[in-house]
């Protein structure tokens, strides 16, 4: 017998039981769906997470001020005073074949007021490097200059989300809105960001010269800002970037060789590392989970296989009896658990895809189907076909002959 007939001899064998096979089947069909589903799921969480750090900023570095110990009381990290807007300053100025930009950030709540809409928002006071360093440009108008930065001039840029509420329908640039009751005037809107991999509203911010929050705002005559954030020109230069920042500014603090920092720095590759981690373990979990319904599909082949077996036993007989080598009723029977395996691979990659859109489209989820993850489900199937078809297979080619044909 040769192969295309072999082929069809068990196709006609699993046609005769429909309704048979397609159970048999369905575990296979299950798990390769649940496998697809999950992988898509999760592959495309991973992407809108890194999408949503890579939105913080180009190759980031964010350096806050360390613990402060009034009274044996710490108060943590970032509650400390000690850094300035010229440490930032310096780092962009000492450290520039590896910085590309650096601004301090300083924040403040505020009711933001425009004719009779009010919004409560955060006021982030930076400097001009600001949209080099965050990548984000402005949908209209123009950043603040220099020269607001040095006179603490009461401009400001808004995000989106404040421009819904203060402007509906309306171009805000220009316009002077009141936060607490002093005027600022609107040089423009940033582009739309949308929300970052906490969750936060990147679009609801007010964005003005840090000299000015600090001035107008928080009326402090101190220098003191709540972090840096520093851009470098290339995502290897972090481990490097983070010992000579740490270098400057323990020299700038003047502390001893003993003693601790007094900042701490924070990178997007430890947050992208963790939320990687983190995200691949659920994906594996989840996809281990589904694989189980693909070992009891692969159980229920060997057994209708074991049964379709002894059903059979005369046919069987009677092709040995005909000429019919072991080998060819081994692979009969293989080629048969293959085609029940295959064929619910099939189904459960087209369910399995059109599950995981349909979450996507209902939950607004982000779905990232890679024809690796459809291809190695769809050969998973078939291997589990030969595995779990090979013993009913080798026991029918085993069965004696004349035992067959006196089989009742």
């Not at 440009?137 to 509420?165: H, K, L, P």
Request: hydrophobic share 45%; glycine share 10%; proline share 3%.
């Amino acid at each position: 017998m040769n192969l295309w007939m072999i082929f069809k001899v068990a196709l006609r064998a699993i046609s005769r039981n429909k309704t048979r096979s397609l159970l048999t089947a369905l575990g296979i069909i299950v798990g390769i769906a649940a496998v697809i589903a999950v992988v898509a799921i999760g592959q495309g969480a991973q992407t809108m997470m890194m999408s949503q750090i890579n939105s913080m900023g180009n190759n980031l570095i964010m350096v806050f001020p360390g613990s402060q110990n009034p009274g044996g009381v710490r108060g943590g990290s970032g509650s400390g005073q000690n850094l300035t807007a010229e440490d930032g300053e310096s780092i962009a100025r000492d450290l520039q074949h590896l910085v590309r930009a650096v601004t301090p950030v300083i924040r403040s709540g505020a009711q933001a007021i425009y004719q009779e809409n009010n919004w409560s928002t955060q006021v982030q006071g930076v400097s001009i490097d600001f949209p080099e360093v965050r990548n984000w440009e402005m949908a209209s108008g123009a950043f603040f200059t220099a020269a607001d930065q040095r006179a603490g001039s009461r401009v400001c840029i808004i995000g989106q989300t404040v421009s819904d509420n203060l402007f509906p329908g309306d171009d805000p640039t220009g316009k002077s809105l009141r936060i607490r009751n002093m005027p600022f005037r609107v040089l423009g809107v940033m582009v739309r960001k949308g929300s970052n991999s906490m969750g936060s509203d990147q679009d609801d911010t007010i964005i003005a010269p840090y000299t000015t929050v600090r001035r107008v705002l928080q009326n402090s005559i101190f220098n003191n800002v709540n972090m840096l954030l520093v851009s470098l020109y290339s995502l290897d230069d972090i481990p490097v970037a983070k010992v000579e920042i740490g270098k400057l500014l323990r020299q700038r603090h003047k502390l001893g060789n003993n003693a601790d920092d007094d900042f701490s720095t924070i990178d997007m590759t430890e947050i992208t590392n963790t939320i990687g981690s983190i995200t691949k373990l659920m994906t594996i979990l989840l996809t281990t989970v589904a694989s189980i319904s693909l070992l009891v599909g692969g159980i229920g082949i060997m057994n209708i296989m074991l049964v379709s077996v002894t059903e059979r036993t005369r046919e069987i007989g009677l092709r040995m009896a005909v000429g019919a080598a072991p080998s060819d009723i081994l692979l009969q029977f293989i080629t048969e658990a293959m085609a029940l395996s295959t064929v619910g691979g099939l189904i459960g990659v087209v369910i399995g895809i059109v599950g995981a859109r349909t979450v996507g489209n209902i939950q607004q989820w982000p779905i990232l189907i890679t024809e690796s993850s459809v291809v190695v489900a769809f050969l998973f199937s078939a291997a589990i076909g030969v595995f779990f078809g090979f013993y009913p297979a080798l026991r029918a080619s085993r069965l004696n002959p004349i035992d067959c044909l006196r089989y009742e």
